[in-house]
């Protein structure tokens, strides 16, 4: 209990004492020093004995009313005619705080008992306090990092509008070509696995530490597929359809793009004004590209057509406006010509992709042993800018996307209920097994790239142009 209430405790019980009150009993007597003091004793009307001490709150409720009380008594200006600015309310206040434990023994340590509680409680709470400040510091600092290494939010939200669930018959045929050979027509290989050794050395633990079944990074979900249109002849049952997430007048984001990549010299690229205009068969203009492309890894971005030219490990840059070669680069040891191509075989090698943060191109070398390696590429020069060396076998699944920074497989190309089965995250360098269930409808995946600008999938399924729903999940910071 403060000091300064004591002498007012002093007053009231005088006040009592002045007025006869029964139940006070006031007492002088000088103190150690020869002060002449006031003491008194007041008997409770209700309690025939002090009940133990209870908890602090139960203190702290008491020592709130009482401090109410006292703050009562000092706004009336005294009690009982004794006020504690005068003369005699000094003298008591002095004496008080010289000898209070002599003048009241009983009360004031039970007073002091109850104060170093609640002084260890404030102790206790101020520790917590700091605890919770060094928590509060160490998730904000966990918040800075992954807004840093978070991809930007994407340019568009996912057409509003429905897409055609069938395509017409197309109209217009291309010429006959003769097929591009395959490494392996109908061979299934074992299921997706990681490598048991690579150069980042063994994978931490085994598929159960993993996190089976948990989704990494945005990915939570895909979709039933959505067929948007359908090759009419043998040279479209395999290929790539796209659109630019980013293009350059006079293209749009409607503009949509196609190549069928079955047969020895692809050099044909489909132009068509809209997805609607691919269902029925009609391309606005047909490009014939100066050198021949192999495979389905060729992407569309920044008004440009990224390919892999055929029996090389370059990659090129198609100018779309201009209608020529813009640049071109050998990709350092990569794998090509069936060297490390996905499980279905097709010379796919070397695998382009874009996400939200820009260009990547996928493949595997003989350093790596077969493991996928990850570059970003400069979309102007297509420089490297960084690589990362996954453990995920490239023969071992079927194809791949890349969203956010984060590179998703797709487990199997023939199987009716396949599943998008590993993630690597470019932003912490792990892998990471996954159970999100893909459905291929016409049991012949041969390409699959993800769209940042319609957040959907695109694919070629057996002679089917395709689109997969997704769902991101939403991080919350």
């Given at each position: 209990?403060?000091?300064?209430?004591?002498?007012?405790?002093?007053?009231?019980?005088?006040?009592?004492?002045?007025?006869?009150?029964?139940?006070?009993?006031?007492?002088?007597?000088?103190?150690?020093?020869?002060?002449?003091?006031?003491?008194f004793t007041v008997a409770s009307p209700g309690e025939g004995s002090c009940p133990e001490a209870g908890s602090v709150a139960q203190l702290r409720e008491e020592l709130a009313a009482l401090t109410a009380r006292l703050s009562r008594?000092?706004?009336?200006?005294?009690?009982?005619?004794?006020?504690?600015?005068?003369?005699?309310?000094?003298?008591?206040?002095?004496?008080?705080?010289?000898?209070?434990?002599?003048?009241?023994?009983?009360?004031c340590e039970e007073l002091q008992r109850a104060k170093e509680r609640l002084e260890e409680e404030k102790g206790r709470l101020e520790r917590e306090k700091e605890e919770l400040g060094r928590r509060l510091e160490s998730r904000t600092?966990?918040?800075?990092?992954?807004?840093?290494?978070?991809?930007?939010?994407?340019?568009?939200?996912?057409?509003?509008?429905?897409?055609?669930?069938?395509?017409?018959?197309?109209?217009?045929?291309?010429?006959?070509?003769?097929?591009?050979?395959?490494?392996?027509?109908?061979?299934?290989?074992?299921?997706?696995?990681?490598?048991?050794?690579?150069?980042?050395?063994?994978?931490?633990?085994?598929?159960?530490?993993?996190?089976?079944?948990?989704?990494?990074?945005?990915?939570?979900?895909?979709?039933?597929?959505?067929?948007?249109?359908?090759?009419?002849?043998?040279?479209?049952?395999?290929?790539?359809?796209?659109?630019?997430?980013?293009?350059?007048?006079?293209?749009?984001?409607?503009?949509?793009?196609?190549?069928?990549?079955?047969?020895?010299?692809?050099?044909?690229?489909?132009?068509?004004?809209?997805?609607?205009?691919?269902?029925?068969?009609?391309?606005?203009?047909?490009?014939?590209?100066?050198?021949?492309?192999?495979?389905?890894?060729?992407?569309?971005?920044?008004?440009?057509?990224?390919?892999?030219?055929?029996?090389?490990?370059?990659?090129?840059?198609?100018?779309?406006?201009?209608?020529?070669?813009?640049?071109?680069?050998?990709?350092?040891?990569?794998?090509?010509?069936?060297?490390?191509?996905?499980?279905?075989?097709?010379?796919?090698?070397?695998?382009?992709?874009?996400?939200?943060?820009?260009?990547?191109?996928?493949?595997?070398?003989?350093?790596?042993?077969?493991?996928?390696?990850?570059?970003?590429?400069?979309?102007?020069?297509?420089?490297?800018?960084?690589?990362?060396?996954?453990?995920?076998?490239?023969?071992?699944?079927?194809?791949?996307?890349?969203?956010?920074?984060?590179?998703?497989?797709?487990?199997?190309?023939?199987?009716?209920?396949?599943?998008?089965?590993?993630?690597?995250?470019?932003?912490?360098?792990?892998?990471?097994?996954?159970?999100?269930?893909?459905?291929?409808?016409?049991?012949?995946?041969?390409?699959?790239?993800?769209?940042?600008?319609?957040?959907?999938?695109?694919?070629?399924?057996?002679?089917?142009?395709?689109?997969?729903?997704?769902?991101?999940?939403?991080?919350?910071?």
């Open positions: 209990m403060p000091g300064a209430w004591l002498p007012l405790l002093l007053a009231g019980g005088l006040a009592l004492s002045a007025r006869g009150d029964p139940a006070a009993l006031l007492r002088r007597d000088n103190d150690a020093s020869g002060r002449c003091t006031y003491s008594l000092e706004g009336a200006g005294g009690v009982g005619g004794m006020g504690g600015s005068g003369p005699r309310g000094a003298d008591v206040s002095s004496a008080w705080s010289r000898g209070p434990q002599r003048a009241a023994p009983g009360g600092q966990e918040i800075a990092r992954l807004r840093a290494t978070r991809c930007p939010p994407g340019t568009g939200g996912v057409p509003g509008r429905d897409a055609l669930r069938s395509a017409s018959k197309g109209q217009w045929e291309p010429e006959p070509l003769s097929y591009q050979e395959l490494k392996s027509e109908r061979t299934e290989l074992p299921a997706s696995r990681l490598l048991e050794e690579t150069a980042l050395g063994r994978p931490r633990g085994n598929r159960g530490e993993l996190g089976l079944g948990e989704p990494l990074g945005p990915l939570a979900w895909v979709g039933e597929p959505v067929v948007l249109g359908r090759a009419d002849t043998i040279a479209g049952k395999y290929g790539v359809w796209m659109k630019d997430p980013e293009p350059v007048a006079p293209f749009t984001r409607e503009t949509t793009w196609r190549v069928d990549t079955v047969g020895t010299e692809v050099r044909q690229l489909f132009q068509y004004e809209a997805a609607e205009q691919l269902a029925r068969g009609y391309p606005a203009k047909v490009h014939v590209l100066p050198r021949p492309l192999e495979s389905t890894g060729a992407v569309v971005y920044r008004g440009g057509l990224f390919f892999q030219p055929r029996r090389s490990r370059a990659l090129a840059r198609y100018d779309l406006r201009a209608e020529a070669i813009s640049a071109e680069r050998e990709l350092p040891g990569a794998g090509y010509h069936g060297q490390y191509p996905y499980s279905w075989g097709g010379y796919t090698d070397i695998d382009l992709a874009v996400d939200e943060t820009g260009l990547w191109v996928v493949y595997s070398t003989e350093k790596a042993k077969g493991a996928i390696v990850l570059s970003k590429l400069d979309p102007e020069t297509l420089e490297i800018r960084r690589t990362w060396e996954t453990n995920i076998r490239k023969q071992s699944v079927a194809n791949s996307f890349i969203i956010c920074g984060t590179l998703y497989t797709v487990s199997s190309y023939s199987a009716p209920n396949a599943t998008v089965n590993f993630a690597y995250d470019t932003a912490t360098s792990t892998s990471r097994s996954l159970s999100i269930p893909f459905e291929n409808r016409f049991q012949y995946l041969s390409m699959v790239d993800y769209n940042p600008a319609e957040r959907r999938l695109f694919a070629w399924d057996s002679y089917n142009m395709v689109a997969y729903p997704i769902c991101l999940i939403k991080i919350l910071l």
